[in-house]
C-alpha cells in the first residue's frame, strides 16, 4: 500500500516531523517538502557533494540518504551555521577570498569545511584537498576554497 | 525511483523475515551503490529492508587471538577512525579510506561493497587476501563460505532468497599485507586495475603469499601464488609475483582501459603490493 511515512527528526537543533514517500531523498524532503533550499542538487548521484549535510555529526551525501533514515538523527544544513545573524568565520571567508562564483557548490563545501574544523582546528592544505574530495566546484579552480578554508581555521581558532 | 516501502527491522531475525517475504527486496546498508542503481532504474525493489538498526550488523570487534569481526554495515570511517582496527589492518584501514570520499566513506560500508559485487570494488582483493570469510544468515540458518567465492558475476553474489551477509570475519594476520589500485584521478575514481597482497614471512623466505585482482574479469579474482612459497625475498620474486598476476587475469577493453594495459597494470601494483606488504611483515615483527 502506498503510504506516505511519518518522520520525526531534529534539524539545525530544532525538533521537525514531515511526511514523506519511502523513495524520497533526504534532500527531496529538505527542498521540497520542509523548504530548506539552501541544499542544493548538483549530480543526485553522490558524486559532486553540493547537497552536503551532517547526520549525527558526519557529512554524507543527502541524494544518498532517505528522508525516512532521517528518523531520530540529528542534521545539519547551511542554514544551520551562520550563528544568529553572524555569518559563520568559514562564510566571511568564502566572501573575502571570492571563493565562488555561481555558488552552486558553496553550501555543500562550507557544511564538508565547517565539519573538519570543527574535528581538526589546524588541518594541512593536503588535509583539506583530500578531505573536500567529494566536494565538486566547476568555477572557481578549487585554490580559492582551499584558502577560504585555511584563512577561517585561522579565525575560528583567535 | 519507483515506489517501494521501507523497514528498519531492529534484529536479524525480522530483517531475514522481510527478505523471505518480499523476494524483490533488497537490503540497505549505506545506500552509495543501491540508491544510485535504483534512481538509475537498474534495480526496482518493491521493499527496502534498512539493515543499519541490527546490532550484529554495526559489530566492529578485534580480538587479538580471533582476529576481527566487521559488521557487514559498518561504515568505513568507523574503521579507520578505530585505532586497535587501524593498527591490527592497516591494510583494510587504507582500503575504507580510499573507497569515495569522505561523504561517501560516512555511509558506505565494506559488506554492501562486498554485497555488491562489482569486478572493480576496492575491498574485495584484500579481503581474499586476508583470508576473510563471509557469515551469511537466511530463512534456513547459518552459513560461512570464503569471501573469494562470494561474488559470482558482475552484481551477482552467493546469497539466496531471504539471506543476508551478516559480517565479515578476517583472520589474525601474521605478516603484511597492501591493496593498490590504478585510477586516472587521486581519488574518486574506479579502478582501472586493483591488487590486494597478503604475505607471511619464514627464516627472510616468503611462507605463503596470497592475491587477489580487481577489475580484470566479471568478478573479483583470486592468483594462485602457491609457487611464490620459499621463495627468497628479491626483485626477481617479485617480479615473478607479477607475472603470475598478469597471467591469471582476463581482462577486457573498455574506456577505462585496454586489456593489454590492465594485464601490464597487474604486474605492477602486484610487484609494488607485493613489496609493500613485505615491508609490513618485516615491521609487524
Ligand atoms: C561518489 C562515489 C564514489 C565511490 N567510490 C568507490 C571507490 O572508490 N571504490 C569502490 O569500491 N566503490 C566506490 N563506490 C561504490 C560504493 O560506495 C561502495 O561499493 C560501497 O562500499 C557500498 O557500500 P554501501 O554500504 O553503500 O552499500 P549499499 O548501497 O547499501 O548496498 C550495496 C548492495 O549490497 C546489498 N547489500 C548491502 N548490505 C547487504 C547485506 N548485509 N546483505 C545482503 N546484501 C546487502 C544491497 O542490497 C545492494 O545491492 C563509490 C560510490 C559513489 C557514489
Ligand atoms: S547532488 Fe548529491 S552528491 Fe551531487
Ligand atoms: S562556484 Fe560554481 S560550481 Fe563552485
Redesign the pocket.
Known amino acids: 500500500m502506498e503510504r506516505k511515512v511519518h518522520v520525526q527528526t531534529t534539524i539545525n537543533g530544532e525538533p521537525a516531523e514531515f511526511l514523506c514517500e519511502p523513495r524520497q531523498s533526504l534532500l527531496e524532503c529538505l527542498r521540497d517538502i520542509l523548504n530548506l533550499t539552501g541544499t542544493k542538487e548538483g549530480c543526485n548521484?553522490?558524486?559532486c557533494g553540493a547537497c552536503t549535510v551532517t547526520m549525527d555529526g558526519r557529512i554524507v551525501?543527502s541524494c544518498?540518504v532517505l528522508g525516512v533514515e532521517a528518523e531520530g538523527a540529528e542534521i545539519t544544513t547551511i542554514e544551520g551555521i551562520a550563528r544568529g545573524n553572524e555569518l559563520h568565520p568559514l562564510q566571511k571567508a568564502f566572501l573575502e577570498e571570492a571563493a565562488l562564483q555561481c555558488g552552486i557548490c558553496t553550501p555543500g563545501f562550507i557544511v564538508a569545511a565547517k565539519a573538519l574544523l570543527d574535528q581538526e582546528p589546524h588541518p594541512t592544505e593536503e588535509r583539506i584537498r583530500w578531505w573536500l574530495a567529494?566536494n565538486l566546484c566547476r568555477c572557481t579552480g578549487y585554490d580559492k576554497i582551499v584558502k577560504a578554508v585555511q584563512k577561517a581555521a585561522q579565525e575560528v581558532t583567535l | 525511483m519507483k515506489w517501494f516501502d521501507y523497514q528498519a527491522p531492529r534484529n536479524i531475525g525480522e530483517a531475514v523475515e522481510a527478505m523471505t517475504l518480499h523476494p524483490t527486496a533488497?537490503?540497505?546498508?549505506?545506500?552509495?551503490?543501491?540508491?544510485?542503481?535504483m534512481r538509475a532504474g537498474r534495480?526496482t525493489p518493491d521493499l527496502i529492508v534498512d539493515?543499519k538498526k541490527i546490532p550484529e550488523?554495526n559489530q566492529l570487534h578485534f580480538e587479538p587471538g580471533l582476529g576481527l569481526t566487521l559488521g557487514?554495515?559498518v561504515?568505513?570511517y568507523r574503521i579507520y577512525n578505530d585505532s586497535a582496527v587501524s593498527r591490527a589492518y592497516p591494510s583494510l584501514a587504507e582500503v575504507a579510506n580510499?573507497?569515495?570520499?569522505t561523504q561517501?566513506q560516512g555511509?558506505?560500508?565494506?559488506?554492501?561493497?562486498l554485497?555488491?559485487a562489482?569486478p572493480?570494488?576496492?575491498?574485495i582483493p584484500l579481503l581474499i587476501a586476508l583470508g576473510a570469510t563471509a557469515r551469511i544468515t537466511g530463512p534456513s540458518g547459518e552459513r560461512t563460505i570464503d569471501v573469494a567465492a562470494f561474488c559470482t558475476a558482475p552484481g551477482v553474489?552467493v546469497?539466496q532468497p531471504g539471506?543476508?551477509?551478516?559480517s565479515i570475519q578476517i583472520p589474525p594476520t601474521a605478516g603484511g599485507a597492501r591493496y593498490l589500485r590504478f585510477?586516472p584521478r587521486n581519488?574518486?575514481?574506479?579502478?582501472v586495475a586493483g591488487a590486494g597482497v597478503s604475505v607471511t614471512l619464514s627464516n627472510g623466505n616468503i611462507q605463503s603469499a596470497k592475491i587477489a585482482l580487481a577489475s580484470v574479469a566479471p568478478t573479483p579474482i583470486t592468483v594462485d601464488a602457491s609457487s611464490l612459497s620459499g621463495a627468497p625475498v628479491n626483485d626477481d620474486t617479485l617480479k615473478k609475483a607479477g607475472e603470475l598476476a598478469a597471467a591469471a587475469a582476463k581482462p577486457i577493453t573498455d574506456m577505462r582501459g585496454t586489456a593489454d594495459y590492465r594485464r601490464h597494470l597487474c604486474a605492477v601494483l602486484t610487484r609494488r603490493a607485493l613489496a609493500s606488504a613485505i615491508a609490513a611483515a618485516k615491521e609487524s615483527k
Open positions: 548521484d553522490g558524486n551525501t544518498l567529494n | 533488497r537490503p540497505l546498508a549505506g545506500g552509495t551503490d543501491l540508491l544510485v542503481q534495480r539493515i550488523l557487514a554495515a561504515p568505513c580510499i573507497i569515495g570520499g561517501i555511509r558506505a560500508s565494506i559488506g554492501g561493497n554485497c555488491n562489482a572493480s570494488a576496492d575491498s553474489n546469497l539471506e543476508i551477509l551478516v585510477i581519488e574518486m575514481d574506479i579502478a
